[in-house]
C-alpha cells in the first residue's frame, strides 16, 4: 500500500457519481433522448458528454454558487450551442430528472454492506439534496452522512466542501478514507488536504504521479481488501 491504515480511520468518505453511481451510463441515455429530439442520433453521445462535462466543471467554479440544476442546465445549453444544436427547457428537464434515477454500480451495495461492519460511510458530491436522494436510495445501504455542494456553497475541487464534509462528521483529514473516480475534482483535493484515498479508474484514464499517494481500482471490490485487513 501507498499509504498506511495508521490512524485507523473513522469514516469512509465517497464521491457519488462515477463512483457509486453509473454516471456515464445514465447521462448517456438522457443524451440520446434529447439528441433524437432533434433528430441527430447521428452524433455520438461521448462527443456531446465530453463538451458537456467541460461546460459543467467550469460553470460550477464561476460565482455566485448555484445550484446544480441550474449548472446542469447552463451547461448543457452550452454544450448544445458549441454543437450547433437548438437548445429547450425541456432538454435540461430530460437530464436533470434523469440523475436522481441512476443506479449503483453491481458492486456497490455489497461492498459497502462489508464497510458498515467496520466503518461509518459518507458521500461528498457535487449535487443538490433532492437529486442525490433518489440515487442513495437506489443504492440501498444505510449512508450515515450525505454531503452536498448544496450545503457547502461550493464544489469540488474546492477545499471548502471537504472541510465543510468534516466539520459535519466531526473528524480530522488523518481520520478518513476517501474514494472516489474523479482525479480532477477528488483526488486532487486529497493530496492538497493530506487525505488519504482509492482512485477507483474506471476509464482506463493514465494515472497522475503528482497527485500520489492514492491507490488505484479499476472498481469498488478490491476496496474491502485494503480496508478490512485480515
Same mark, same amino acid.
Given at each position: ?16 457519481? /462515477? ?16 439528441? *433524437?429530439?432533434? !433528430? ?5 453521445? =461521448? ?31 452550452? *454544450?448544445? !450551442? ?11 428537464? $430530460? ?24 466503518? =461509518?460511510?459518507?458521500?461528498?458530491? @457535487? ?10 436510495? @437506489?443504492?440501498?445501504?444505510? $449512508? ?8 457547502? !456553497? ?5 477545499? =471548502? %466542501? ?7 462528521? /466531526? ?19 486529497? =493530496? ?5 484515498? $482509492?482512485? %477507483? ?30
Amino acid at each position: 500500500m501507498m499509504w498506511s491504515l495508521n490512524p485507523m480511520p473513522k469514516f469512509i468518505t465517497f464521491d457519488c457519481y /462515477g463512483t457509486l453511481i453509473q454516471w456515464d451510463q445514465g447521462l448517456q441515455k438522457a443524451v440520446k433522448e434529447i439528441l *433524437a429530439r432533434y !433528430g441527430r442520433s447521428d452524433l455520438p453521445a =461521448k462527443q456531446f458528454i465530453e463538451v458537456y462535462d467541460d461546460a459543467e466543471h467550469r460553470i460550477e467554479q464561476e460565482p455566485p454558487h448555484r445550484p446544480f440544476k441550474v449548472v446542469a442546465g447552463e451547461g448543457l445549453k452550452e *454544450a448544445m !450551442g458549441k454543437l450547433g444544436l437548438p437548445f429547450a427547457a425541456e432538454d435540461a428537464s $430530460i437530464l436533470i430528472e434523469s440523475i436522481s434515477r441512476m443506479g449503483p454500480f453491481p458492486e456497490v451495495p455489497d461492498v459497502l454492506r462489508r464497510l458498515r461492519e467496520r466503518y =461509518k460511510l459518507a458521500i461528498i458530491s @457535487n449535487t443538490d439534496d433532492d437529486l442525490i436522494a433518489g440515487n442513495v436510495r @437506489n443504492i440501498g445501504v444505510p $449512508i450515515d452522512h450525505v454531503i452536498t455542494a448544496q450545503q457547502a !456553497g461550493a464544489y469540488k475541487p474546492s477545499r =471548502k %466542501i471537504f472541510e465543510h464534509a468534516h466539520r459535519v462528521l /466531526g473528524v480530522t483529514v488523518e481520520e478518513v478514507v476517501h474514494v472516489a473516480a474523479s482525479m480532477r475534482l477528488d483526488i486532487q483535493a486529497c =493530496k492538497e488536504l493530506g487525505i488519504r484515498c $482509492i482512485w %477507483i479508474n474506471r476509464r482506463g484514464e493514465a494515472g497522475r504521479p503528482d497527485y500520489k499517494p492514492y491507490e488505484e481500482l479499476n472498481d469498488l471490490s478490491g476496496v474491502p481488501d485494503y480496508l478490512l485487513p485480515a
